[in-house]
């Protein structure tokens, strides 16, 4: 949950960029920025000694914090031991505070839960506790602490720091240690990383663990709507959050859920006559199923507990639909950790071994959390005081501030649900004739936008989350009473008149299927004559247009605004949303289809490891997609725990891959590790391709290992979207039917024509830095290399580094390296800012 609050500032064109404030402003609430790219020498950091644990509940993704915690810990030159338990652990001793070996973390970033163990601790909350875990780490001279857990757990740490230096001068009164061990350990570093599944920590954005719990709670969902809607069934669905309602706020979004339930936002007025009311007409439009979320601490504005028997018993009695109940409970826990949770938590660890090798007598404790595409640290104890102010707004029922102070992310994803939410179908649209395109009658609206076309296309290859933006947009377009067409088929479609009226119920159901409804091509607007479209704009009288898609439609975007002067009926207010698993789309740091695509890739590698258990000493050399974009290659590297990612953006050469080679070697010889993978980008070095780099491995690696080659395909762009992409779409295509009805507005003119003239019109809807931003495609233009079909900066390009590190490799810098073109935020960038998600 982010913890700025301001506003985006329109300019002239209608386009919001986010409004700048001062860097000195953003540092004081947002905290530090972290290391990642900057420069950071091996064994900088000799004769420390680091111990990592986890505590309170569990979450997935801790396997993964604690393993670069080891292996960041190893790159600088530290001990680290495992206090296995928790507090339990350090106030038991011995065997339970072991020092851990690089094997010892291998094959673990896969696994859900914390392979060190997790418990609840008596004797720690008491200060005679305190004092024997100070003496079970002044034993093994640990100054330096990383706690994985929730509020309670960096609580009790942050305590246990104030008093440490009290609790030595006691063990030393006792006899315990000498006074030269009181000196030699006589400041206690803390560094928190937040995991909780339930994203209650204010002061960052994710928790470690929520996104893989939104996965469980999507999963669950998908497979109970298949039972509901084969038998006219609706089910309430009771899931974790018992002070935060975020798992169902999200949860319910990316579901198309009828109604939620959640602490921050009781139900108003009398709300069982609402739900009743609004499943009725649902049911009325031929809706077979309904599926409501409850959070488990969902209350009334009274404050009285709302449980799923209540809601279920609503439904029967009421409407007599046959409901059942499901309490997903600790089934969110659970199961693997998500592309997302093993990527933060790897993030997150390297970070919190940096920040405690900077820390001083006088640094507060501090939280690592991510914010945007970076990683951050803010102060530990200021961040709880706020995640402690939430509740006790709630419990005073004042829970508009509770919602404020859950930050602007938990406010978007609310506004975007209570949009939806109240949005009905225009009794105009139900049952709407398909080819009545022009026809006025159709759409008898009082409105003065009734006459007005949207229209929304797909352009690209197809992509997880396009459809969840075309049910957005065609939903709240409708209620704004506009009149909506969907091209089917890009370009060829709409020169063929393939282009169709869309309706309230058409889009039921849309938001969790992959691939594109409407019909997408890989094609440029230059290809089928941009003149022929400009014919076929004014044919259907287009008003506004979205285009969801990858690199073509933002090319193609930009060829109809190059085009405006020659073409009057182009002169429309045109957005473009990214959707493209490559990832490799200018204006956006992240792309519609990406976060599905890497999850992909990630289950994958992992079923390719895992084929080899009975098969020791193999080496996988996998092939990705993404043109010649290496996002892919990359965070699925760092997902999947991949020794290697060959990308085009980072030249290599044949002593790179030889050394490659005998990193495995020495790897499986004395580490004892028994398998390997290499990525490869399809585009990485047209003369080092994925079979000569399978060739040369297995030729340079024997005896010591084989290897077998994997080229992914099309896998990578199939499968049902993640939670992710089913929000981000949703909440892209609302924002952007929101910039496309102040458009149609501002440029009416007198004769009720919709007429810009100006390029900054056409612009493509992006997240930089945690910032929903409209940016005109023709600056984006000057910051694209059209031959290779990639921005010209990517800000992932700094983890590179961090690849390499987590993989063992003897000789590798923190940094990323000067021949890179990496996006490594400098002081302008860093002062923009308004939250997104």
Not at 64 to 70: C, K, L, Y
Not at 90 to 109: C, K, P, R, Y
Not at 161 to 187: C, F, M, Y
Not at 786 to 807: G, H, N, T, V, Y
């Amino acid at each position: 949950m982010d913890a700025m609050d301001t506003s985006p500032s329109p300019n002239k064109s209608g386009v919001v960029r986010p409004r700048r404030t001062s860097f000195t402003r953003k540092m004081s609430v947002l905290g530090e920025p972290g290391k990642e790219g900057q420069q950071v020498p091996p064994g900088i950091w000799a004769g420390n000694s680091i111990g990592v644990f986890t505590s309170g509940g569990d979450s997935q993704g801790m396997n993964a914090a604690v393993r670069a915690v080891v292996r960041m810990g190893f790159y600088l030159g530290c001990k680290v031991y495992f206090i296995k338990e928790g507090y339990q652990g350090m106030v038991d001793g011995g065997d339970n505070i072991v020092e851990a070996t690089w094997s010892s973390v291998s094959g673990i970033l896969q696994m859900g839960g914390t392979v060190i163990g997790s418990a609840r601790c008596k004797e720690f909350r008491d200060r005679s506790g305190r004092r024997i875990a100070a003496f079970n780490l002044v034993e093994r001279s640990i100054t330096n602490l990383v706690v994985i857990g929730g509020d309670g757990s960096l609580t009790g740490a942050n305590c246990f720091r104030q008093e440490w230096p009290e609790l030595l001068s006691e063990l030393v009164e006792s006899g315990k240690i000498t006074a030269q061990q009181k000196e030699e350990n006589k400041h206690l570093n803390i560094v928190g990383l937040v995991g909780s599944i339930d994203n209650d920590f204010c002061g960052t954005d994710m928790t470690i663990g929520t996104d893989s719990a939104l996965h469980r709670i999507i999963e669950a969902v998908d497979a109970i709507a298949t039972t509901a809607l084969s038998h006219q069934r609706a089910f309430v669905l009771e899931v974790m959050g018992r002070h935060c309602g975020y798992l169902a706020l999200v949860g319910a979004l990316a579901t198309e859920a009828d109604w939620v339930f959640i602490p921050e936002w009781p139900p108003e007025g009398d709300w069982r006559d609402t739900l009743c009311k609004k499943l009725t007409a649902e049911r009325s439009l031929g809706q077979r199923l309904n599926i409501i979320l409850v959070a488990e601490g969902a209350i009334d504005e009274q404050g009285k507990a709302i449980t799923a028997d209540d809601v279920r018993k609503i439904l029967c009695d009421e409407l007599k639909i046959d409901t059942r109940v499901t309490v997903l409970g600790h089934v969110q826990r659970g199961g693997s950790p998500s592309a997302y949770d093993r990527i933060l938590g790897s993030r997150m660890g390297a970070e919190a071994v940096l920040a405690l090798m900077d820390a001083t007598p006088g640094t507060p404790a501090c939280v690592i959390s991510i914010e945007g595409n970076s990683t951050v640290r803010v102060p530990l104890m200021e961040c709880v005081e706020r995640t402690k102010e939430v509740q006790a707004n709630m419990d005073k029922k004042n829970f508009d501030e509770a919602v404020r102070l859950r930050g602007k992310s938990f406010q978007n994803n609310l506004n975007t649900y209570r949009l939806l939410s109240k949005l009905r179908p225009p009794s105009s649209h139900i049952k709407l004739d398909s080819h009545a395109v022009q026809d006025p009658k159709c759409f008898p609206f009082t409105d003065h936008r009734a006459h007005r076309n949207l229209a929304i296309m797909n352009i690209g290859a197809p992509a997880c989350g396009m459809n969840a933006a075309v049910r957005s947009f065609v939903r709240i377009s409708l209620t704004k009473g506009f009149r909506v067409l969907g091209i089917h088929d890009s370009f060829d479609g709409l020169i063929r008149n393939e282009v169709y009226p869309m309706t309230w119920t058409e889009v039921q159901g849309w938001a969790g299927k992959g691939g594109s409804f409407l019909g997408t091509k890989k094609q440029w607007a230059h290809d089928v004559g941009v003149g022929k479209i400009a014919l076929k704009f004014a044919e259907f009288k287009l008003d506004g247009l979205m285009i969801v898609g990858g690199f073509e439609a933002f090319h193609s975007a930009y060829q109809l605004a190059e085009a405006r002067e020659s073409f009057p009926s182009l002169c429309i207010p045109i957005v473009v949303i990214p959707c493209t698993i490559s990832n490799n789309i200018p204006g956006s740091d992240f792309s519609l289809g990406a976060d599905t695509a890497l999850n992909e890739i990630t289950d994958i590698c992992d079923r390719i490891k895992q084929s080899a258990t009975g098969t020791k000493r193999r080496v996988f050399v996998a092939e990705t997609m993404g043109g010649y974009c290496g996002y892919l290659a990359t965070l699925a590297g760092l997902a999947s725990g991949a020794d290697a990612a060959y990308i085009y953006e980072e030249r290599f050469n044949v002593m790179d891959l030889k050394q490659d080679v005998e990193h495995l070697k020495d790897k499986i010889q004395n580490a004892g590790v028994q398998r390997g993978l290499v990525l490869r980008n399809e585009m990485a070095n047209e003369n080092y391709t994925t079979d000569f780099i399978n060739r040369l491995f297995s030729e340079e690696g024997s005896p010591v290992f084989t290897t077998r080659m994997n080229v992914l395909g099309h896998m990578q762009q199939g499968g049902y979207p993640s939670p992710f992409d089913r929000n981000y779409g949703t909440k892209m295509a609302a924002k952007g039917v929101e910039w496309l009805s102040e458009m149609v507005e501002k440029y009416t003119d007198e004769k009720g024509n919709v007429r810009t003239g100006n390029a900054d019109t056409v612009v493509l809807l992006g997240m930089l830095r945690r910032h929903l931003t409209f940016t005109p495609v023709t600056e984006l233009a000057e910051e694209t290399d059209f031959d290779k079909r990639i921005p010209k900066e990517q800000w992932w390009l700094k983890l590179r580094p961090l690849l390499r590190i987590l993989a063992k490799h003897s000789v590798v810098s923190y940094e990323v390296e000067a021949e890179i073109k990496a996006n490594i935020d400098d002081d302008d960038d860093d002062e923009e800012g308004e939250h997104i998600l």
